[in-house]
């Protein structure tokens, strides 16, 4: 997750289902189907359409204001 964030993607449906693990040696996040890539002037969806899992939706996404990695975080910290 933190690569991505570093890439300037957003995941923004961070849930226990969307994070494949093997026994306790690594996770790896999946579905970026909703991904935001925050590099202006590119967009992979649109915005103003409330998507993602509600239960595991930061505050700000599940109001449509602008997100950033910090939602994803708590998504993650949710699915654990």
């Not at 957003?10 to 996770?27: C, F, G």
């Amino acid at each position: 997750m933190g690569y991505a964030h570093r890439q300037g993607v957003v995941h923004r449906d961070v849930k226990p289902s969307n994070i494949l693990r093997a026994e306790d040696t690594w996770a790896l996040l999946t579905d970026f189907g909703l991904a935001k890539i925050r590099t202006p002037g590119r967009q992979l969806t649109r915005s103003g359409i409330g998507m993602g899992t509600p239960d595991y939706m930061a505050p700000e996404q599940a109001q449509d204001l602008p997100v950033d990695g910090r939602g994803d975080d708590i998504g993650f910290r949710c699915a654990r």
